[in-house]
């Protein structure tokens, strides 16, 4: 691990994500790449509306730099500041890959004090991004969040891709120092041949973990009556517990899905939870460790 990358465009959101970035490149001793995309469409408002192009990318240039600056000395973490022309997404994903990124860390665009949490959505260039990633993307929702992680929240199911989750889980928890808590959510307790399934797959991901060197709790709980997702409810465990500070969910549920799909769990996690969420493309090959 050598390179966090951050999409940052000034606003208190991309503050949050820069913040939780810091948190990481500390205990990771990776340097931060902040970036900036100007959008060729035209995205640059408010103070700079007013100066032709060229003289708005200069200041916003100049502005980066000074938050580069910034944070690099005053958390002793180096900090490079890059402004790039182009689409969004595909920019964030192009530097990424061009900087061997460990992770991509960005806003949701989805946290409108306004807007019911039920009703927020996901925003288009934060889909596109975690859609084709070469690296794990965490989202951040929200302004106020705990620096660092002191538990992980695994949400635990019965498709082929989910025990990859756990590899990347133990990575992170290491990472942190974390513990992991691996749940799964039933809208009935009393189908003993699922509840048995799960059952055994928990102790499997329980003694993995374990194995592992990770204090890890496992748990079943019960989705209400009349919920379209379990999503609800584990934000609910998860929020109840109070020491949980990432959740770690794949984007993908199966890998005969169409290409770059993000199933809908993924999508509720990442536009209702006011806990940063690391998405991860399942890979065909398989997890793939990201330590030594």
Known sequence: ???????????????????????????????????YVHDTAGL???????????????????????????????????????????????????????????????GTRSSDNSDPVGKRMMGTNTSRVIRSAPCPVITINGFDHYNGCRSILLPMDLTKVTTQKVGWAIDIAKLYCAGIRAVSALWSVNDPK????????????????ENAGIVCETEIIKTPAGEKTHVPALLEYAETKGDIDLIVIMTQQEF?????????????????????????VPDETGFKSMLP
């Open 1 to 35: 691990m050598n390179n966090i990358l951050v999409a940052y465009d000034f606003d208190r959101q991309s503050e949050a994500a820069l913040q939780q970035a810091v948190n990481l490149a500390r205990i990771t001793k990776c340097k931060i790449t902040l970036l």
């Open 44 to 106: 640059l408002t408010g103070i700079f509306s007013d100066i032709n192009d060229e003289a708005k990318l200069e200041k916003v240039n100049d502005h980066l730099d000074v938050v580069a600056a910034r944070v690099s000395l005053h958390e002793g973490i180096p900090v490079e500041a890059s402004l790039q022309k182009g689409r969004i997404s595909s920019t964030i994903n192009r530097v990424a890959r061009d900087i061997k990124a460990s992770f991509i860390v960005m």
């Open 194 to 209: 699922i509840v048995n399934k799960l059952s055994n797959l928990m102790e499997k991901v329980k003694a993995e973990i």
């Open 256 to 280: 005969s899905i169409i290409e770059f799909f993000i199933g809908s769990n993924a999508q509720e996690f990442i536009r209702s939870s006011e806990i940063p969420v690391v998405s991860i």
